[in-house]
């Protein structure tokens, strides 16, 4: 069975960072692409980002390029998306999803990460 | 910047037929844009319901639908259920990083 757990629930504050997981399970992990997608309050999907854990290979969003950073690490099945500086703005759900084979659709998605930015 | 449209809102009665589009700022939207379309529940995340414009996945229940209407993905749910009350996105490939949802339609089955 395809599994993506993501991480718990984070509550931060503006200017701090923050590193938020995936980890996938019940399927060769390094050989499907995996998104991040963001969802802020009582508001629609977003599509950030993707990488192919095989090789890390990263391609953003125009949005959300230089604002956010995906990474991988194929010996823990784990995605990563990370900010170095968080917004009052970042507060959203965020969910990870992974690809059907050929990178072109979203098959299953993970239980979601909130994360808050309040001062 | 790109934009992808859908319906705000939508309402039908049990039992009835609906067709939920989604529609593409840079003109018709073809097979090649590979059309997804997600159902979200209050408090869950979304699922997955159709790929590649008409793919079902094994979870899909048989009365979704995909296809393309003039130039336009559209979603259709035939023998509404009382729990097929939802949002719905698509999503749309453009290439390379540019992949597009849309604002999502709110279906209410009344």
């Known amino acids: 069975e395809v599994q993506l757990v993501q991480s718990g629930a984070e509550v931060k504050k503006p200017g701090e960072s923050l590193k938020i997981s995936c980890k996938g399970s019940?399927?060769?992990?390094?050989?499907?692409?995996i998104a991040w997608v963001r969802q802020m309050p009582g508001k629609g999907l977003e599509w950030m980002g993707i990488i192919y854990p095989g090789d890390s290979d990263t391609r953003y969003s125009p949005s959300f390029q230089g604002q956010v950073t995906i990474s991988a690490d194929k010996s823990i099945s784990t995605v990563s998306l990370q900010w170095s500086s968080l917004k009052a703005s970042d507060t959203a759900m965020y969910y990870c999803?992974?690809?059907?084979?050929?990178?072109?659709?979203?098959?299953?998605w993970g239980q979601g990460t909130q994360v808050t930015v309040s001062s | 910047q790109t934009v992808v449209t859908q319906e705000p809102s939508l309402t039908v009665s049990p039992g009835g037929t609906v067709t939920l589009t989604c529609a593409s700022s840079?003109?018709?939207?073809?097979?090649?844009?590979?059309p997804n379309w997600f159902q979200q529940k209050p408090g869950q995340p979304p699922r997955a319901l159709i790929y590649?414009?008409?793919g079902k996945h094994s979870w899909t229940p048989a009365r979704f639908s995909g296809s393309i209407l003039g130039d336009k993905a559209a979603l259709t749910l035939s023998g509404v259920q009382p729990e097929d009350e939802a949002e719905y996105y698509c999503l749309l490939y453009y290439g390379g990083a540019q992949r597009v949802f849309g604002g999502g339609t709110k279906l209410t089955v009344l």
């Open positions: 590649s414009t008409s």
């Open positions: 840079t003109g018709a939207v073809t097979s090649g844009y590979y």
């Open positions: 999803t992974r690809y059907k084979e050929g990178g072109y659709n979203i098959e299953y």
């Open positions: 019940g399927y060769s992990f390094s050989n499907y692409w």
